[in-house]
T-cell receptor, first 114, second 113 residues
Framework: NAGVMQNPRHLVRRRGQEARLRCSPMKGHSHVYWYRQLPEEGLKFMVYLQKENIIDESGMPKERFSAEFPKEGPSILRIQQVVRGDSAAYFC????????????FGPGTRLTVL | KQEVTQIPAALSVPEGENLVLNCSFTDSAIYNLQWFRQDPGKGLTSLLLIQSSQREQTSGRLNASLDKSSGRSTLYIAASQPGDSATYLCAVMTTDSWGKFQFGAGTQVVVTP
């Protein structure tokens, strides 16, 4: 059973461009979580999604950030008009049953904004 | 609001010594607590998950305890090895959190041969 997959592993964008980060959960997992790790800071929750639903987006910045988890395909975290402060490692986790379940993390996408 | 603190921030021990890593949290209404390991430039590896009804969990050389009333968890690693060098993260899920973890800043561990 393959683990959580994220791509790309490294992404470089110039200020003002869009960044799309993809997360494929483990087989059989329908719950996806996105976390962000800023340089020298701990991981911060961003958003929790179930297939076609956003369950909790309390950690998402109000502007420029959006996330989806369609019925088919990977979960996408989209950052529009990136700024230098968006440079971070973005981790995706998945779980089979949702609330209270063990979360399995992917290797992360390291976004660098020039 | 739940706050999770890990002390110390960094720890260096010679090989063979036991490691003791501490995690404290301010809101005792937790659903579970999970310990992770993070290697440089890599993702997180789950080590142990303790449900709120449990006092401890063990896996090999690892043992994690949970004391909800005092808001503390401790991760013990017996007979440390250089391969244990990594950052260890504590994450707490509160009962009203809808599944999200609140992470501590981590303890960076170096085990010297």
């Amino acid at each position: 059973n393959a683990g959580v997959m994220q791509n790309p592993r490294h992404l470089v964008r110039r200020r003002g461009q869009e960044a799309r980060l993809r997360c494929s959960p483990m087989k059989g997992h329908s719950h996806v979580y996105w976390y962000r790790q800023l340089p020298e800071e701990g991981l911060k929750f961003m958003v929790y999604l179930q297939k076609e639903n956003i369950i909790d987006e309390s950690g998402m910045p109000k502007e420029r950030f959006s996330a989806e988890f369609p019925k088919e395909g990977p979960s996408i975290l989209r950052i529009q008009q990136v700024v230098r402060g968006d440079s971070a490692a973005y981790f995706c986790a998945s779980s089979p049953k949702g609330f209270g379940d063990t979360q399995y993390f992917g290797p992360g996408t390291r976004l660098t904004v020039l | 609001k739940q706050e999770v603190t890990q002390i110390p921030a960094a720890l260096s021990v010679p090989e063979g010594e036991n490691l003791v890593l501490n995690c404290s949290f301010t809101d005792s209404a937790i659903y579970n607590l999970q310990w992770f390991r993070q290697d440089p430039g890599k993702g997180l590896t789950s080590l142990l998950l303790i449900q709120s009804s449990q006092r401890e969990q063990t896996s090999g050389r690892l043992n994690a305890s949970l004391d909800k009333s005092s808001g503390r968890s401790t991760l013990y690693i017996a007979a440390s090895q250089p391969g244990d060098s990594a950052t260890y993260l504590c994450a707490v899920m509160t009962t009203d959190s809808w599944g999200k973890f609140q992470f501590g800043a981590g303890t960076q561990v170096v085990v010297t041969p």
